[in-house]
């Protein structure tokens, strides 16, 4: 493989809410997104899900809490616990999660992407 | 858990080649490491990995290729692949990888932990 440059790849698409795929290793994906606005409130049965944010604020919202991650910061959402990111500007976030997860998790949204692409 | 602020974490030791686990999910570990200085050629079995530059210049001496990564750049070597990882100045790395994978693989050096830490 070749290395991955992210400020490049971020360069290279400019939709909300539509992780794409930079890497895989040991079954499970790097991805990349941009975000602004609400997500849906959703979770994932078996699956792990790491946020990191590179650049602006994220809120994650939890049943019990609201997590806000800047750049630099990390959050790790367990399997099963229901979540919905918010960012209320851009903000451009890279995900660590399991290959085939469904974005959305348990619930099926205008927002969900059937099948994520490599950028 | 709580989130995981990179900055706070790196500031709290100065050791290198010495990864200290940040977080777990699916079976994986996220951590943390500073490097300065020749590691030793090694390969995991099992394994992929994955580095991502968070500050300073790493190069990723292949059998084949050199990949010189800097900040924001990300290389997984694929299992199976010998590998050395030099750098020249100190530099920040986050590394993904397998629970309890050794981080000198196949290769035991006086650089090799026999147990990693949590920061």
Do not use: R
């Not at 995900?95 to 974005?103: D, V």
């Amino acid at each position: 493989m070749k290395k991955v440059n992210l400020h490049e790849k971020f360069a290279l698409f400019n939709d909300y809410w539509s992780p794409k795929i930079v890497g895989e290793l040991n079954g499970q994906q790097v991805k990349i997104a941009k975000v602004k606005g609400e997500f849906v409130w959703h979770d994932h049965a078996n699956e792990d899900e790491l946020f990191m944010v590179m650049k602006g604020e994220l809120e994650i919202h939890l049943k019990t809490e609201v997590i806000t991650l800047i750049e630099g910061e990390i959050y790790i959402v367990p399997k099963g616990v229901e979540h919905k990111p918010i960012a209320t500007e851009e903000c451009w976030i890279l995900l660590f999660e399991p290959k085939q997860i469904a974005h959305t998790g348990n619930v099926q949204s205008n927002l969900t992407k059937t099948e994520e692409e490599w950028v």
